[in-house]
């Protein structure tokens, strides 16, 4: 293919929960094609499953953003070096530094004893969206309150700062916001978790940003560390229970089996994370020539990596387009794959356990309150899913 035949990022979906419709054909004829991206540069797309592995788990590929360009019309100032403690957007060794300090924050078994925690912020936001009464927006009264008031409790985020955490967060994530809109956000984001931070400095209690005070990290680094919590946290998985809930709900028969077993909560959230894949792309700039799936990477090129299209992939996951809770969905890259693998994985696995059956047990009679295509999507988003979901139930 010449480099004038480059196509541009698929982003029309068929329905609200499937990938562009293009990206199969693709992933079958040229798992790796040239991409345009909107500001002029010619990169790559990579839509199989063992593409996306293999970049994401190779050192060659940078996450840097000074390097990066975006596959979307995106107002997002590209070619900024990532500040001081934001490691996402950073290489070994200074991810690696980053990451380290913690891990230890995010282990399994801590997750597992802030299990009963989530179990209980869930059942209070079911308790107040059951006294209100029906009909609810599921996003307002459920999907965006949980993961929030988990991650500001286990960061130290006062009960009074939260909300407007929050709304910054929501700006910063839009696509559609103005740019100077976005960086009095970032700014006014940046200047509360700095004070947030010194004030932990001067008098820690017990939550994880007190516990990084006592590592060597400077204020800056913490703050933007802080940030970059909230950031990761908020968005994802309230949109993974949103638009999971919006799913199970036009899938009856699967929601039956979850309603029903709820020993298997576990492999039911690892086939929703699959087959819903929130975050529609990552992307890698090549350190230098690097020869992937038969094409040559220049150094500089920046490679788009497809999640969605990656977790359908039928080479992986038989009959990938079929929802089908009792299969085996482990190997989804969701959370990515390599370095950067997403570090609150445990985290969101927990809210999401805890969240769905909680949810269906506690209104069997749940369902949408418009017709399924009122419900706004949030095609306008970095993080895919819905902006509300209006559903009722029968009230005791
Ligand atoms: C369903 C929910 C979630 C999804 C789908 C998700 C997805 C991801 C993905 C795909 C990455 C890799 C990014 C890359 O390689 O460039 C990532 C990284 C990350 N995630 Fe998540 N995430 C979720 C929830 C969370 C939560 C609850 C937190 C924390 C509080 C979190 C914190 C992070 C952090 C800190 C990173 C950066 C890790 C690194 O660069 O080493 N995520 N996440």
């Not at 300090?101 to 059942?123: A, D, N, P, W, Y």
């Not at 700062?161 to 910063?172: N, P, S, Y």
Request: proline share 8%; glycine share 6%.
């Amino acid at each position: 293919m010449a480099e004038t035949e480059a196509i541009t990022l698929p982003t029309r979906r068929p329905t609200p929960f499937d990938p562009p419709s293009d990206l199969a054909e693709l992933r079958e004829s040229r798992p790796i094609a040239p991409l345009a991206y909107p500001d002029g540069h010619r990169g790559w797309l990579v839509t199989s499953h063992e593409l996306v592995r293999e970049v994401l788990a190779d050192r060659r590929f940078s996450a840097r953003s000074e390097l990066r360009h975006i596959p979307i019309a995106d107002n997002r100032q590209a070619g900024r070096p990532a500040p001081p403690g934001m490691f996402l957007s950073m290489d070994p060794p200074d991810h690696t530094r980053y990451r380290h300090l913690l891990t230890g924050e995010f282990t399994v078994r801590r997750m597992r004893l802030l299990t009963e925690r989530i179990e209980r912020i869930t059942e209070e936001h079911l308790d107040a969206m059951e006294r209100q009464g029906p009909p609810a927006d599921l996003v307002e009264a459920f999907a965006a309150p949980i993961p929030a008031v988990v991650i500001c409790e286990l960061l130290g985020v006062p009960q009074e700062e939260r909300e407007r955490f929050r709304a910054q967060a929501t700006t910063l994530m839009r696509a559609d916001v103005p740019q100077e809109e976005k960086i009095s956000a970032y700014l006014a984001m940046q200047a509360h978790m700095t004070q947030l931070v010194q004030a932990k400095r001067a008098d820690p209690t017990d939550d994880m940003l007190s516990g990084l005070t006592k590592s060597d990290l400077t204020d800056e680094e913490l703050a933007n560390i802080g940030f970059m919590l909230l950031g990761a946290g908020l968005d994802t998985t309230a949109n993974m229970l949103a638009l999971g809930t919006f799913l199970l709900l036009r899938h009856p028969e699967q929601l039956a089996v979850l309603r029903s077993e709820s020993g298997r909560a576990a492999a039911a959230v690892e086939e929703l994370l699959r087959y819903l894949s929130v975050i529609p792309f990552l992307v890698r700039s090549a350190l230098e020539d690097v020869e992937l799936g038969g094409e040559l990477v220049k150094a500089g090129q920046t490679v788009t990596i497809h999640l969605p299209a990656a977790n359908r992939d039928p080479g992986r996951f038989p009959d990938p387009d079929r929802l089908d809770l009792l299969r085996a969905a482990g190997g989804h890259v969701s959370f990515g794959h390599g370095v950067h693998q997403c570090l609150g994985q445990q985290l969101a696995r927990v809210e999401m356990q805890a969240g769905y059956p909680a949810l269906l047990a506690r209104f069997p009679s749940l369902r949408l309150a418009v017709d399924p295509s009122e419900v706004p999507l949030r095609t306008d988003m970095l993080i895919y899913g819905v902006h509300r979901l209006p559903v009722t139930w029968e009230a005791k």
